[in-house]
Nanobody, 116 residues
């Protein structure tokens, strides 16, 4: 079993920045990749950014390329999402997801609200 704990959401003005964190814990975790998804009210959950754990290769949704950066701390089993130049359309609940040898796990979500 893997637990994911997210933090770092909040309210920010257009053009501002936030940094999300997601820490994975559990016994004998072997992570394949970790990533971030988001879900706005009335919309389906969508992919935002992901990171292969073995080769640290990031990939992004087109809507966030150039503005968001995903990174990791292997020693802490933690993934980060640095979000810059935020727009009102980035407003959503952001979820961390981990793909491990024992399956997929989701965090509880953290709210990001960008005011215009």
């Amino acid at each position: 079993q893997v637990q994911l704990v997210e933090s770092g959401g909040g309210l920010v003005q257009t053009g501002g920045s936030l940094r999300l964190s997601c820490a994975a814990s559990g016994r004998a975790i072997t992570i394949n990749n970790m990533g971030w998804f988001r879900q706005a009210p009335g919309q389906e959950r969508e992919f935002v950014a992901g990171l292969s754990w073995s080769i640290s290769s990031p990939y992004y949704a087109d809507s966030v390329k150039g503005r968001f950066t995903i990174s990791r701390d292997n020693a802490k089993n933690t993934v980060y999402l640095q979000m810059n130049s935020l727009k009102p359309e980035d407003t959503a609940i952001y979820y961390c997801k981990s793909n491990t040898w024992s399956g997929d796990y989701w965090g509880q979500g953290t709210q990001v609200t960008v005011s215009s």
